[in-house]
Every structure is written in structure tokens, then in C-alpha cells.
């Protein structure tokens, strides 16, 4: 069974220039999360989605970050300009039912590095 | 609010010995579940093991297994017979059984295997 796919892996942009990042999860499940992680430092989520509908999106920051996810398969996060702050890395994860404890499964994420 | 507090930022262990990682949280629900995720160095978070708080009795996978100890609110995590292949950020994770479901991260703790 394929995992939860993200791409790129890696992207370098300058700053006020606009990224997407696109996440597939594994196949079924209709939790869909996007975390922003710095170094060394824990996962902090951005936006969590209940099949289409963002559920909790309390933390993205709508003024330059966007997501969508069409369909209730996969998703896109943009961020529209970047600035040097973003620098981190984007993971993906999905899990079956939250309400249930269920496991995250993560993509390898997507490293961004604005110049 | 919940929180979970990691307060060793860096462990270090000796190739096949044991080593503890401390965990613990707050929150004045009764019902809820605790996780230890482990992230390599390629960045893709993996679950480790998970305890339901309904559960008295300690989780256990293989190496790994947990002191849950609910009143002290305090879920650690011991590793027997370290390998050089258990070398990872660990994060310990908090999840609320109402319906918010959203995971409250720890800091992580970086665990360094000496060969």
C-alpha cells in the first residue's frame, strides 16, 4: 500500500515569490492534515480536513497561505508571497478516524528555503 | 488547554543498553490517547507506540514500551536494547477524545546511539 506522498521534497524560491505543495495520503483515509515544522522543533498544524471540508484552520495564516482539497483526495498548500519566515518544512499526514486515536501517517514532507 | 512538555531536548545511550524518555502533560479531561512518534533524519515521522488513558495497563511494542502513570500525568518512553537504527527526534504526542481531535505535540527529544 503506498504511503502518503508529497512533493517536492525540496524547494528554494526568493522571497515575495509564490510555492505549492501538493500531498496525495494514503488511500481511504479522510483525515488530511498539513503541519509547518521548524528545526528541532515539534510539528505545528495549519489545517486540518474532514474529507473537503477544513475543519480547523485556525492556525494557517490566510493573509499569504491557502488549501484546498478538491475532491477529498488530495491537496495542495500555496503560500502567496513566501517570505524569509517560511523557511521550514511542510509535512503531510492522513489518518482514518481521528475519534478513534487513530495513527497520522506522514509524508516525507516538503523542505522549503526562502531566500 | 492541553500541553505537552518534553524535558530532555537531547538523550544519549550506549549501543544495546536502555534509555528512558520523559514525557508529560496537562489536561483535565479523563479520556484521551498518547503517542510517541519517532522522526529519522529523511524527516518521515513514524508511530511508535500508543496508549489509550482508558488503559491501566503500559503499552508495549517490541523494544519499546511506556510508563503511564496517570495521575502524575507523565508518559514515558523506554527503549531496550538501543540499536543504532533507533537514532531519531522522538516527539511525544497528546490527542482529546471530543471532537476538536487535534494532536498537541511535544518539543521532541533527540536520542544519539554511541556504538
Known amino acids: 500500500e503506498a504511503g502518503v506522498v508529497q512533493s517536492p521534497r525540496y524547494k528554494i524560491i526568493e522571497k515575495k515569490q509564490p510555492v505549492a505543495f501538493w500531498c496525495n495520503p494514503i488511500?481511504?483515509?479522510?483525515?488530511l492534515y498539513w503541519y509547518l515544522q521548524n528545526l528541532g522543533q515539534g510539528p505545528e498544524l495549519l489545517i486540518r480536513y474532514e474529507n473537503e471540508e477544513a475543519v480547523d484552520d485556525s492556525q494557517l495564516p490566510k493573509d499569504r497561505f491557502s488549501a484546498e482539497r478538491l475532491k477529498g483526495v488530495d491537496s495542495t498548500l500555496k503560500i502567496q508571497p513566501a517570505e524569509l519566515g517560511d523557511s521550514a518544512v511542510y509535512l503531510c499526514?492522513?489518518?482514518?478516524?481521528?475519534?478513534?486515536?487513530?495513527?497520522?501517517?506522514f509524508g516525507e514532507g516538503s523542505r522549503l528555503t526562502v531566500l | 488547554a492541553q500541553t505537552v512538555t518534553q524535558s530532555q531536548p537531547e538523550m544519549s545511550v550506549q549501543e544495546a543498553e536502555t534509555v528512558t524518555l520523559s514525557c508529560t502533560y496537562d489536561?483535565?479531561?479523563?479520556?484521551?490517547?498518547l503517542f510517541w512518534y519517532k522522526q529519522p533524519p529523511s524527516r518521515q515521522m513514524i508511530l511508535v507506540i500508543r496508549q489509550e488513558a482508558y488503559k491501566q495497563q503500559n503499552a508495549t511494542e517490541n523494544r519499546f514500551s511506556v510508563n503511564f502513570q496517570k495521575a502524575a500525568k507523565s508518559f514515558s518512553l523506554k527503549i531496550s536494547d538501543s540499536q543504532l537504527g533507533d537514532a531519531a527526534m522522538y516527539f511525544c504526542?497528546?490527542?482529546?477524545?471530543?471532537?476538536?481531535?487535534?494532536?498537541?505535540w511535544g518539543a521532541g527529544t533527540k536520542l544519539i546511539i554511541k556504538p
Open positions: 499526514a492522513s489518518s482514518l478516524n481521528p475519534g478513534s486515536g487513530g495513527e497520522l501517517f
Open positions: 504526542a497528546y490527542r482529546s477524545s471530543n471532537s476538536n481531535y487535534q494532536l498537541i
Open positions: 489536561t483535565s479531561e479523563s479520556d484521551y490517547y
Open positions: 488511500s481511504g483515509h479522510n483525515t
